[in-house]
C-alpha cells in the first residue's frame, strides 16, 4: 500500500495539537463558498498529512461543504466503508451514502452525486502526481484513472484523466 504521504508527516511532523476523532472546525464552511445543492463531504484523514489538506481545500473551492475528521488510525473507515486494501490512498470520504478514496477531482464526485450508480462508489488508490492534493508547480500531471467500486468489489473505470507535461521553466 502506497501512503508515502501519511509515513513522512508521521516521521517528519510535530506533537500533534488535534485529538485523535476531532473535527476540523476551522470557519471556511460559509453560505459564501458552499454550494447548497452539494451533499456534505466527511473526510477522514490523519490530521499530519498535508496533501489530504490540499485535497479539501480543493473540494471546497468546488462549492462542498467538508467535515474533517482526523483519525490516528487511517485503515479503520476504509475497512469500514468497504474500501480493498488494494485501492488505498491517505484519506476516506463519505458522501451522500458513497466512499470517495483517495485525491478523486471534485468534477467526478459530482458526476457520480449525479449519476447516482448503483455502487459502493469512487478509488483513486495511491497519491497520482497532479491529481488535486497532489499538485506541484510546474503543472505536470501522470495519467490516472478513477475507479467506481461495485457493490461486489468489482471495479471499472469511471473516469481517466491523462498526464500533462506541465510548463517548462525558462532557460537560464
Given at each position: 500500500?502506497?501512503?508515502?504521504?501519511?509515513?513522512?508527516?508521521?516521521?517528519?511532523s510535530?506533537?500533534l495539537?488535534?485529538?485523535?476523532g476531532a473535527?476540523?472546525n476551522?470557519?471556511?464552511?460559509?453560505?459564501?463558498?458552499?454550494?447548497?445543492g452539494l451533499?456534505?463531504?466527511?473526510?477522514h484523514?490523519?490530521?499530519?498529512?498535508?496533501?489530504c489538506?490540499g485535497?479539501?481545500?480543493?473540494?471546497?473551492?468546488?462549492?462542498?461543504?467538508?467535515?474533517?475528521?482526523?483519525?490516528?488510525?487511517?485503515?479503520?473507515?476504509?475497512r469500514?466503508?468497504?474500501?480493498?486494501?488494494?485501492q488505498a490512498?491517505?484519506h476516506?470520504t463519505?458522501?451522500?451514502?458513497?466512499v470517495?478514496?483517495?485525491?478523486?477531482?471534485?468534477?467526478?464526485?459530482?458526476?457520480?452525486?449525479?449519476e447516482r450508480?448503483?455502487?459502493r462508489?469512487?478509488?483513486l488508490?495511491g497519491?497520482?502526481?497532479?491529481?488535486?492534493?497532489?499538485?506541484?508547480?510546474?503543472?505536470?500531471r501522470?495519467?490516472?484513472?478513477?475507479?467506481?467500486?461495485g457493490?461486489?468489489?468489482?471495479?471499472?473505470?469511471?473516469?481517466?484523466?491523462p498526464?500533462?507535461a506541465g510548463k517548462?521553466?525558462?532557460?537560464r
Amino acid at each position: 500500500m502506497r501512503l508515502a504521504c501519511l509515513g513522512l508527516a508521521l516521521i517528519f511532523s510535530a506533537p500533534l495539537a488535534i485529538p485523535a476523532g476531532a473535527s476540523d472546525n476551522r470557519p471556511v464552511d460559509t453560505p459564501a463558498n458552499v454550494n447548497a445543492g452539494l451533499p456534505m463531504l466527511t473526510v477522514h484523514r490523519h490530521p499530519s498529512c498535508g496533501c489530504c489538506g490540499g485535497w479539501v481545500q480543493h473540494m471546497r473551492q468546488a462549492g462542498f461543504p467538508v467535515n474533517v475528521v482526523n483519525v490516528d488510525d487511517v485503515m479503520t473507515p476504509k475497512r469500514r466503508l468497504g474500501v480493498p486494501d488494494t485501492q488505498a490512498s491517505c484519506h476516506t470520504t463519505e458522501v451522500a451514502g458513497y466512499v470517495v478514496e483517495g485525491h478523486v477531482p471534485a468534477g467526478d464526485i459530482q458526476r457520480l452525486l449525479r449519476e447516482r450508480p448503483a455502487a459502493r462508489g469512487l478509488v483513486l488508490p495511491g497519491m497520482p502526481l497532479g491529481s488535486p492534493g497532489m499538485e506541484v508547480a510546474d503543472g505536470r500531471r501522470q495519467a490516472y484513472t478513477v475507479q467506481l467500486l461495485g457493490h461486489d468489489g468489482r471495479l471499472s473505470t469511471f473516469q481517466h484523466h491523462p498526464a500533462s507535461a506541465g510548463k517548462r521553466s525558462p532557460a537560464r
